[in-house]
T-cell receptor, first 116, second 113 residues
Framework: DAGVTQSPTHLIKTRGQQVTLRCSPK?????VSWYQQALGQGPQFIFQ???????QRGNFPDRFSGHQFPNYSSELNVNALLLGDSALYLC???????????????FGDGTRLSIL | AQSVAQPEDQVNVAEGNPLTVKCTYS??????LFWYVQYPNRGLQFLLK??????LVKGSYGFEAEFNKSQTSFHLKKPSALVSDSALYFC???????????FGSGTKLNVKP
């Protein structure tokens, strides 16, 4: 039973560039959430996708966007990269976005994004 | 608004001694509380959760957590620490109504031989 997989594992970009991160959810899960974890901090919720739509969004600018595909996989896109975007980006999957989702989210190992 | 606080940046214990990692919460409505562990360069691994029922919750790897409603706390405990328990521990509360989580700032646990 494959868990949550993310690619790439590491990425180096320069300011102003654009980046796309990818996530495949755990088998049987249909909801994907993205988190940003800056060094020394806890993960911060970016947004959540369910049924190919953004359902919830955290306090992140429009430079952060996403997409969910029919097979439930997801992409996180960040435009006009800033130095402050350097972080570990975590993808988490779960079954359902709502109250029925009392099960824990399952996390991938993340993509380490470094902005030079 | 939902939030959790982890008052200790670091906890040091000797192997074989009991450990406690503290967490307090602030929620509107019933709290759905979780503990996760993160090893270097890895994602978060689920340890245990409190949804309802017994105040003492047992989880993976011998960890347990005590829910205390009057003190709004959800402390993580283990009777006998192992060196391999050394990692970063996060307390989290689930948003009421949506399956998204608010995480604390994390506590680094150091278990010395």
């Amino acid at each position: 039973d494959a868990g949550v997989t993310q690619s790439p594992t590491h990425l180096i970009k320069t300011r102003g560039q654009q980046v796309t991160l990818r996530c495949s959810p755990k088998s049987g899960h249909d909801t994907v959430s993205w988190y940003q974890q800056a060094l020394g901090q806890g993960p911060q919720f970016i947004f959540q996708y369910y049924e190919e739509e953004e359902r919830q969004r955290g306090n992140f600018p429009d430079r952060f966007s996403g997409h969910q595909f029919p097979n439930y996989s997801s992409e996180l896109n960040v435009n006009a990269l800033l130095l402050g975007d350097s972080a570990l980006y975590l993808c988490a999957s779960s079954l359902g976005p709502g109250l029925s989702g009392n099960q824990p989210q399952h996390f991938g190992d993340g993509t380490r994004l470094s902005i030079l | 608004a939902q939030s959790v606080a982890q008052p200790e940046d670091q906890v040091n214990v000797a192997e074989g001694n009991p450990l406690t990692v503290k967490c307090t919460y602030s929620v509107s409505g019933n709290p759905y509380l979780f503990w996760y562990v993160q090893y270097p360069n890895r994602g978060l691994q689920f340890l245990l959760k409190y949804i309802t029922g017994d105040n003492l919750v047992k989880g993976s790897y011998g960890f347990e957590a005590e829910f205390n409603k009057s003190q709004t706390s959800f402390h993580l405990k283990k009777p006998s620490a192992l060196v391999s328990d050394s990692a970063l521990y996060f307390c989290a509360v689930r948003d009421w109504g949506f399956n998204k989580f608010y995480f604390g700032s994390g506590t680094k646990l150091n278990v010395k031989p």
